[in-house]
T-cell receptor, first 115, second 111 residues
Framework: AAGVIQSPRHLIKEKRETATLKCYPI?????VYWYQQGPGQDPQFLIS?????QSDKGSIPDRFSAQQFSDYHSELNMSSLELGDSALYFC???WGSGGADYEQYFGPGTRLTVT | DAKTTQPPSMDCAEGRAANLPCNHS???????VYWYRQIHSQGPQYIIH???NNETNEMASLIITEDRKSSTLILPHATLRDTAVYYC????????????FGTGTSLTVIP
């Protein structure tokens, strides 16, 4: 079965540079979530989109922005990178059905290293 | 979303049942209990979820107490590949709602 695809899998950037992470949800999934997991930490929610509209917002820095496109893929844009942004970034997708219970399926993650 | 409390670590002998407890004493009536696991640095993997009835699938069983203040995830025959961090999460099942990951339980299956 098709899974969530994230690209790139690994990314190395320098401080103050920008980075763009991409997420391709499971086919027919219309909801995308972004999580950040620092070294030795638990995943922290950043932001989510349902039907191309932002649906929930967590601890996403102002330097980060994200959007969901018409084909439901999503991009997380990160500017003015800091050393503390080094982390695993997970994307998850689900089929949103307005109130019914459902699970999120996670991608393999993008490992961002800021030097 | 309600907070959860899990033991930080547990061991289980290979082939035995692994019983992972979770306390969620402030859970609301419309919040579901979800279990995920994360093997090393892979993406979290969905295991099972439920509202108030016990649930079973090919991976595990979920036992929720009648007052819904706690639950237990049961892996019936643990294997070495079940070694992972297990997260118990409670959340309202509305579209786009995030998961709050707590600290989880690090399960080690011992040969």
């Amino acid at each position: 079965a098709a899974g969530v695809i994230q690209s790139p899998r690994h990314l190395i950037k320098e401080k103050r540079e920008t980075a763009t992470l991409k997420c391709y949800p499971i086919p027919r999934h219309d909801t995308v979530y972004w999580y950040q997991q620092g070294p030795g930490q638990d995943p922290q929610f950043l932001i989510s989109f349902y039907e191309k509209m932002q649906s929930d917002k967590g601890s996403i820095p102002d330097r980060f922005s994200a959007q969901q496109f018409s084909d439901y893929h999503s991009e997380l844009n990160m500017s003015s990178l800091e050393l503390g942004d080094s982390a695993l970034y997970f994307c998850a997708s689900s089929w949103g059905s307005g109130g019914a219970d459902y699970e999120q399926y996670f991608g393999p993650g993008t490992r961002l290293t800021v030097t | 979303d309600a907070k959860t409390t899990q033991p930080p670590s547990m061991d289980c002998a290979e082939g035995r049942a692994a019983n992972l407890p979770c306390n969620h004493s402030t859970i609301s009536g419309n919040e579901y209990v979800y279990w995920y696991r994360q093997i090393h640095s892979q993406g979290p993997q969905y295991i099972i979820h439920g509202l108030k009835n016990n649930e079973t699938n090919e991976m595990a069983s979920l036992i929720i107490t009648e007052d819904r203040k706690s639950s237990t995830l049961i892996l019936p025959h643990a294997t070495l590949r079940d070694t992972a961090v297990y997260y118990c999460i409670v959340r309202v099942a509305n579209t786009g709602n995030q998961f709050y990951f707590g600290t989880g339980t690090s399960l080690t299956v011992i040969p």
